[in-house]
């Protein structure tokens, strides 16, 4: 794996909470908004429902006032008629004595019942006496209602425009007395107070307005003046404000007249004041002719007011829902997100560690082999300076033949020492050739024993402690025995003349349970220094000015191959203790013969 593949910042969260959560505040924001225009459309278009609704109740309830007025003026009109002091006074044209006996009659519809024009006229259409304007007489009457009853004689109502510019219900009866049509009795009331009580009933406000077309304005301003009011009535482009339902003019009605749409249409139109739903219906008269519209209003202030109050309160509480949502979401991805991330880091910390071990295995397997080969050749070289070195002096002592003999044989010794090295290199490397079969141990060390008195050149006492029965082993006894001999080898090298050795075999349980065998060497010599302790089984780690470094890590090879354990420690009493322990029978299946020959 190449080094430093991967660098140490780049754990790179995906950014998935954040797509998570932009895409929930899309969807809250879109239900909200969506919540919000559904129910402000509802809302508008149950307005103008309403409205229209009320527009159309208009029409309806104003005819069912004037049915019921027109009602009230024929029951006046027939209860009149009975009078014979009445009949006579109108037969005579005595105008004193006709208006002098209908005068209290007059004054009480006048008070109570709305009625404000009283008209005795003949069946010549000419007037005889006018009760609410007695000075006027003796005209012809030339309006629908009067000249219907009086060609049909039928009674005849409905709403007439007076020269004035005045609307009014007028109710014509032909008067029947003593088994004769005498003339027509006609009443009739101003329709303002029935435009009030309709407004009042559908709770909107409206105005009548004629077409200027349809009177004199300057008879109508005149008849204005006369009646005290010239400024209630207003004149509006082609439309002249003849009556309305309620006292005043509110301003915001008043300055959408010049706009109205007279083609019936509805809308809402908004003002200073909030909105206002706005509609004209057509007004006839009894003739049916279009005289002008009514105008009708409804104010939508407080509707909207509380709609909006609570339009705004219901917003609130769903953004405040969306939000408790939204939050609830991003504490949870957090979390998910820090787990993920934990996680993350987790892989990438142990990636790195097996990265940087691998390199530190490496690194030592690079050092390990420096350091192999650096004593290698530290090891040839120095004999081999000897050698060429010697050969130089032989070379210019040829006339001493005695000195030539004792360089030879230095350079021979030195040879030796060469090949003892390369012999030791090649014991290394042959371990690896392994042959165990069941073997007596205390056989082994007898003969690594006998190897090493004859190896040893001075007087060392070894103690022998072994058991008396046999202690068989599956072993190779090759093996096993050049690696007690280097533990002897070793252990006399540590002790100094007249030294003592103890090798001692015992059977030893391993910690895991396995049985086996324990091999102790032990010396009263100094003992093993800190630092010689940690690199004890080190190829070429030496402290002794002739040695190789490789006796024990040849030790330690052996042992791994037998599957066994090999320590070192410092005796209490002084001396140093090595300690082989080997199981009963290996793992590994025994070599076949001609394999391990080759
Ligand atoms: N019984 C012991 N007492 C004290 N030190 C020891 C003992 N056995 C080994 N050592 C130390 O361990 C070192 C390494 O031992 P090892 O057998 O591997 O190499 P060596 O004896 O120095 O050389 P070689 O075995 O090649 O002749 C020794 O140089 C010595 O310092
Ligand atoms: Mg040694």
């Given at each position: 794996?190449?080094?430093?593949?991967?660098?140490?910042?780049?754990?790179?969260?995906?950014p998935?909470?954040r797509?998570?959560?932009?895409?929930?505040?899309?969807?809250?924001?879109?239900v909200?908004?969506?919540?919000?225009?559904t129910?402000?459309i509802?809302?508008?278009?149950?307005?103008?429902?309403?409205?229209?609704?009320?527009?159309?109740?208009?029409?309806?309830?104003?005819?069912?006032?004037?049915?019921?007025?027109?009602?009230?003026m024929?029951?006046?009109?027939?209860?009149?008629?009975?009078?014979?002091e009445?009949?006579?006074?109108?037969?005579?044209?005595?105008?004193?004595?006709?208006?002098?006996?209908?005068?209290?009659?007059?004054?009480?519809?006048?008070?109570?019942?709305?009625i404000?024009?009283?008209?005795?006229?003949?069946?010549?259409?000419?007037?005889?006496?006018?009760?609410?304007?007695?000075?006027?007489?003796?005209?012809?009457?030339?309006?629908?209602?009067?000249?219907?009853?009086?060609?049909?004689?039928?009674?005849?109502?409905?709403i007439?425009?007076?020269?004035?510019g005045?609307?009014?219900?007028?109710?014509?009866?032909?008067w029947?007395?003593?088994?004769?049509t005498?003339?027509l009795?006609?009443?009739?009331?101003?329709?303002?107070?029935?435009l009030?009580?309709?407004?009042?009933?559908?709770?909107?406000?409206?105005?009548?307005?004629?077409?200027?077309?349809?009177?004199?304005?300057?008879?109508?301003?005149?008849?204005?003046?006369?009646?005290?009011?010239?400024a209630?009535?207003?004149?509006?482009?082609?439309?002249?404000l003849?009556?309305?339902?309620?006292?005043?003019?509110?301003?915001?009605?008043?300055?959408?007249?010049?706009?109205?749409?007279?083609?019936?249409?509805?809308r809402?139109?908004?003002?200073?004041?909030?909105?206002?739903?706005?509609?004209?219906?057509?007004?006839?008269d009894?003739?049916?002719r279009?005289?002008?519209?009514?105008?009708?209003?409804?104010?939508?202030s407080?509707?909207?007011?509380t709609?909006?109050?609570?339009?705004?309160?219901?917003?609130?509480a769903?953004?405040?829902?969306?939000?408790?949502?939204?939050f609830?979401?991003?504490?949870?991805?957090?979390?998910?997100?820090?787990?993920?991330?934990?996680?993350?880091?987790?892989?990438?910390?142990?990636?790195?560690?097996?990265?940087?071990?691998?390199?530190?295995v490496?690194?030592?397997?690079l050092?390990?082999?420096?350091?192999?080969?650096?004593e290698?050749?530290?090891?040839l070289?120095?004999?081999?300076?000897?050698?060429?070195?010697?050969?130089?002096?032989?070379?210019?002592?040829?006339?001493?033949?005695?000195?030539?003999?004792?360089?030879?044989?230095?350079?021979?010794?030195?040879?030796?020492?060469?090949?003892?090295?390369?012999?030791?290199?090649?014991?290394?490397?042959?371990?690896?050739?392994f042959?165990?079969?069941?073997?007596?141990?205390?056989?082994?060390?007898?003969?690594?024993?006998?190897?090493f008195?004859?190896?040893?050149g001075?007087?060392?006492?070894?103690?022998?402690?072994?058991?008396?029965?046999?202690?068989?082993?599956?072993?190779?006894?090759?093996?096993?025995?050049?690696?007690?001999?280097?533990l002897?080898?070793?252990?006399?090298?540590?002790?100094?003349e007249?030294?003592?050795?103890?090798?001692?075999?015992?059977?030893?349980?391993?910690?895991?349970?396995?049985?086996?065998?324990r091999?102790?060497?032990e010396?009263?010599?100094?003992?093993?220094?800190?630092?010689a302790?940690?690199?004890?089984f080190?190829?070429?780690?030496?402290?002794?000015?002739?040695?190789?470094?490789?006796?024990?890590?040849?030790v330690q090879h052996?042992?791994?191959?037998?599957?066994g354990?090999?320590?070192?420690?410092?005796?209490?009493?002084?001396?140093?203790?090595?300690?082989?322990?080997?199981?009963?029978?290996?793992?590994?299946?025994?070599?076949?013969?001609?394999?391990?020959?080759?």
């Amino acid at each position: 794996m190449a080094l430093g593949r991967r660098s140490g910042n780049d754990i790179a969260t995906p950014p998935v909470r954040r797509h998570i959560l932009a895409r929930l505040a899309g969807l809250i924001a879109f239900v909200v908004v969506a919540f919000v225009m559904t129910v402000w459309i509802i809302e508008r278009r149950t307005r103008d429902d309403e409205f229209s609704a009320a527009v159309r109740s208009v029409e309806t309830l104003l005819a069912q006032k004037i049915d019921t007025a027109t009602g009230l003026m024929r029951a006046t009109v027939a209860a009149l008629g009975t009078s014979d002091e009445i009949a006579h006074a109108f037969q005579m044209r005595d105008r004193d004595r006709l208006r002098s006996s209908v005068g209290p009659l007059f004054d009480t519809l006048r008070r109570d019942h709305r009625i404000t024009h009283l008209y005795f006229t003949g069946l010549d259409r000419v007037n005889v006496l006018r009760m609410h304007e007695p000075e006027t007489h003796g005209d012809l009457i030339d309006r629908f209602t009067t000249r219907t009853a009086a060609e049909t004689g039928a009674p005849s109502a409905g709403i007439e425009l007076g020269p004035f510019g005045t609307l009014t219900l007028r109710s014509v009866t032909p008067w029947k007395h003593d088994g004769a049509t005498i003339g027509l009795i006609e009443l009739g009331e101003e329709i303002g107070p029935l435009l009030a009580d309709t407004g009042l009933s559908l709770g909107v406000h409206l105005y009548a307005l004629i077409r200027r077309d349809t009177t004199d304005p300057t008879i109508w301003r005149q008849g204005r003046r006369m009646s005290g009011q010239p400024a209630r009535h207003l004149e509006f482009g082609d439309h002249i404000l003849v009556s309305q339902s309620s006292p005043e003019t509110l301003p915001a009605e008043r300055a959408l007249f010049p706009e109205l749409l007279y083609d019936g249409s509805i809308r809402t139109v908004q003002t200073s004041g909030g909105p206002l739903s706005v509609a004209t219906a057509p007004l006839r008269d009894a003739s049916g002719r279009a005289v002008g519209v009514l105008a009708i209003f409804a104010d939508r202030s407080r509707a909207q007011a509380t709609f909006t109050y609570w339009m705004i309160l219901a917003t609130l509480a769903s953004l405040a829902a969306g939000a408790a949502v939204f939050f609830s979401f991003n504490r949870a991805l957090a979390g998910v997100e820090a787990a993920y991330r934990r996680q993350h880091e987790l892989e990438h910390r142990l990636l790195t560690i097996s990265d940087e071990h691998q390199r530190i295995v490496r690194l030592e397997k690079l050092s390990a082999m420096g350091t192999m080969v650096g004593e290698i050749a530290h090891q040839l070289n120095n004999p081999l300076v000897g050698v060429v070195n010697m050969a130089q002096l032989a070379e210019r002592s040829v006339d001493k033949p005695d000195r030539v003999r004792e360089m030879l044989g230095e350079i021979r010794k030195a040879g030796q020492n060469c090949s003892a090295f390369v012999k030791r290199m090649l014991d290394f490397t042959k371990v690896s050739c392994f042959d165990s079969r069941p073997t007596d141990l205390r056989a082994i060390a007898d003969e690594a024993l006998a190897l090493f008195n004859q190896s040893i050149g001075r007087r060392v006492s070894i103690e022998r402690v072994m058991p008396d029965a046999p202690a068989v082993a599956v072993v190779d006894p090759n093996l096993l025995g050049h690696a007690i001999f280097n533990l002897l080898t070793n252990a006399a090298q540590a002790t100094g003349e007249g030294g003592r050795v103890r090798i001692s075999l015992a059977q030893a349980a391993h910690a895991d349970g396995r049985p086996g065998w324990r091999f102790t060497v032990e010396d009263d010599g100094p003992g093993i220094s800190d630092d010689a302790m940690r690199r004890l089984f080190t190829p070429f780690f030496t402290t002794r000015k002739e040695g190789t470094g490789l006796g024990l890590a040849v030790v330690q090879h052996i042992v791994l191959l037998h599957e066994g354990e090999v320590g070192a420690a410092n005796r209490q009493e002084g001396g140093a203790s090595l300690a082989l322990w080997l199981p009963e029978a290996v793992s590994v299946a025994p070599r076949a013969p001609d394999e391990s020959a080759a």
